[in-house]
């Protein structure tokens, strides 16, 4: 079982940066590639970045690629998403995700957390 709690949301203007976090319970964080997915109100939820288990590997979606990073700590159990050059369309709550497989459809992300809301202003 991993329990996830992100923090780190806020307001924001366009152009600005802000760090997500999200920690993780249990001992095994380190068996789970984690996510960042995202969802504006009246739109599905879309998918950000990942990383897999040990850091090495990250992929992300052509709207954040080059403004966004993700990383992990699995000393701390904590993924983070560093958000650079944030635009208005940036606006959503965030969730983080874990499951077993790297770059997992949405649908085989066993555990996600709460959110948190980033809103960007103009």
């Known amino acids: 079982q991993v329990q996830l709690v992100e923090s780190g949301g806020g307001l924001v203007q366009v152009g600005g940066s802000l760090t997500l976090s999200c920690a993780a319970s249990?001992?095994?964080?380190?068996?789970?590639?984690m996510a960042w997915f995202r969802q504006a109100p009246g739109k599905e939820r879309e998918f950000v970045a990942t990383?897999?288990?040990?850091?090495?590997?990250?992929y992300y979606a052509d709207s954040v690629k080059g403004r966004f990073t993700i990383s992990r700590d699995n000393a701390k159990n904590t993924v983070y998403l560093q958000m650079n050059s944030l635009k208005p369309e940036d606006t959503a709550v965030y969730y983080c995700?874990?499951?077993?497989?790297?770059?997992?459809?949405?649908?085989?992300?066993?555990?996600w957390g709460q959110g948190t809301q980033v809103t960007v202003s103009s």
């Open positions: 249990g001992r095994t964080f380190s068996s789970y590639a």
């Open positions: 990383i897999s288990w040990g850091g090495g590997s990250t």
């Open positions: 995700a874990a499951a077993l497989m790297y770059r997992s459809s949405p649908h085989d992300y066993n555990y």
